[in-house]
């Protein structure tokens, strides 16, 4: 990978490293003393994900995934589009 190449992967992952702080599923962000960092890890995963699905919604059914059983939250599908938007959005891609 060529240091042009890494770079324009590390912008991709933080500006979805920001997409994911207002997206908040779990809302810690809300909270001055939540960890900023809390979505992180998931970026780089997220940020390949968007690069490659198929379609919009294959990646809103992610979201939900993660919010409904990872974190085992109330389902929010309408904040989980916008999200999945923004993400599109922020690797490149077309909605």
Not at 24 to 47: K, M
Not at 57 to 63: S, T, Y
Not at 76 to 82: I, V
Request: include cysteine.
């Amino acid at each position: 990978m060529s240091k042009e190449q890494k770079r324009h992967a590390m912008e991709q992952i933080r500006k979805v490293e920001a997409v994911l702080r207002r997206w908040d599923p779990i809302g810690v962000l809300s909270n001055e003393d939540g960890p900023a960092d809390e979505y992180d890890s998931y970026a780089p995963h997220i940020v390949s994900l968007a690069q490659n699905c198929d379609s919009l919604a294959e990646l809103v059914i992610h979201l939900h995934h993660f919010r409904t059983e990872t974190l085992r939250l109330p389902a929010n599908r309408e904040l989980d589009k916008e999200a999945a938007e923004e993400i599109i959005r922020a690797v490149g891609r077309q909605v």
